[in-house]
């Protein structure tokens, strides 16, 4: 009987026990890794859109108020009483509460907000509204008047200064944006 002895080469035989465990942990790894940017990535995407949601709804309550100041000024009879009713209207609405429109067309609904919940947006048929016969938007806008140099009595100015607050929570966080515009009381006679 002979035997033949052959020598063996260690590399090839493939991969040990060893080598692939380190293989297949370096995948994983890396995996991960993508994993994590994605779930990143979505979650920045929800926020960008929320903020650019808020931006608009908040851009919309001050479009309301100017609507609603020229509204007043056109049809009052004269621009004076109209810009006085105007002011009026909004007085109440201070930056500790704000306030929000049950329509934000004339005949104007102005309320103030004693509770965030009162200022809640809801969707109904699209649009955004107050009337918590919709779907919760998450969104909350209050609207405030204040004078043009930041006090708060208006009196006989002939500019204000109008804030539209957005609030909405996202995550675990809680975010605003706000937005401000002077309004003039833009009428006046020969």
């Known amino acids: 009987m002979q035997f033949f002895s052959k020598k063996v080469n260690r590399s090839s035989h493939g991969f040990t026990l060893v080598e692939t465990l380190v293989a297949i942990s370096i995948f ?11 779930a990143s990535s979505i979650s920045n995407t929800g926020y960008a859109k929320q903020k650019i949601l808020a931006g608009y709804l908040a851009q919309e309550g001050i479009e309301y108020v ?31 509460n704000g306030c929000g429109f049950v329509k934000p067309v004339a ?25 918590s016969g919709g779907t919760d938007s998450g969104f909350i806008r209050k609207i405030w ?26 995550g675990s966080g809680n975010y605003s944006i706000v937005f401000s515009e002077n309004l003039f009381n833009w009428w006046e006679f020969p």
């Open 28 to 38: 994983t790894m890396s995996l991960l890794g993508i994993t994590s940017i994605l």
């Open 66 to 96: 100017r609507n609603m100041r020229d509204t007043y000024i056109l049809y009052s009879g004269t621009s004076q009483a109209g810009w006085d009713a105007f002011k009026v209207e909004l007085n109440p609405c201070n930056s500790g």
């Open 107 to 131: 005949p104007f609904d102005v309320f103030v907000c004693s509770s965030p919940d009162q200022c809640k947006l809801y969707v109904n048929n699209g649009g955004y509204d107050t009337n």
């Open 145 to 170: 008047m204040t004078r043009a140099d930041g006090s708060s009595d208006v009196g006989s100015d002939e500019e204000v200064k109008i804030f539209s607050e957005v609030e909405w929570t996202q």
